[in-house]
């Protein structure tokens, strides 16, 4: 494992971590789409969520071991085609993802989550940020450990240069900015780190002089 967090993994490389006050960040790129799969561990108690069992189940066990949460960010099939071994090889005892997306999964949800609401990792829990445009149950989750830069998980909802895909839908689209504006660029700070669901992280404060850009330019 790289210890030096970059923010870049390779299809098929090693992860990469860093620690956050309070929880461990692992990333780790699987899948024929490198898909970005993170695990966040308490640094306490050692439990573990993972965010989009996308692919590759023997990659991302062995960086599970006290798996308890997995967390579905939407109902793309690239984001959870390892989902129902995960969750039965290691007896993970939640499975999360928001009501609007939960019946194109493999695996029901156990816990069906709104915009707002806290999922525990431990003793610390990140935040359901309801992304809607993307699909219409995307869900992003943030991580805001108190006096310091905020996490936050996109999925494929915010990426370096431009929200997600939205499929030219004109009304897609603007639910998508307006979530992102109002949701995410209106209430967190520069400082605030992007893990998207594909490729390389980013920063609140790189992405947001581009918002009118992309606004105008409609995807």
Known sequence: MITEYTGHVDGGGPPITRDAPGLRITKISVGPYDNDAYVLECLETGEQLLIDAANEAPRLLPLVPRLTTVVTTHSHPDHFQALAEVVARTGARLT????????????????????????????????????????????????????????????????????????????????????????????????????????????IGAERPHLAEWRARGW
């Open 96 to 203: 999360v993802a928001h009501p609007l997306d939960a019946d194109g999964l493999p695996v029901r949800p156990s816990r069906l989550v709104e915009h707002g609401e806290p999922i525990g990792v431990g003793r610390q829990s990140v935040e359901v940020v309801h992304l809607r445009g993307h699909t219409p149950g995307s869900i992003a989750l943030l991580y805001a450990p108190d006096g310091q830069a905020p996490h936050l998980f996109t999925g494929d909802c915010l990426f370096p240069g431009g929200p997600g895909n939205t499929k030219k839908d004109p009304a897609r689209f603007t639910q998508l900015m307006d979530d992102l504006e109002q949701r995410v660029f209106g209430v967190l700070p520069d400082e605030t780190w992007i893990y998207p669901g594909h490729g390389d992280d980013t920063t």
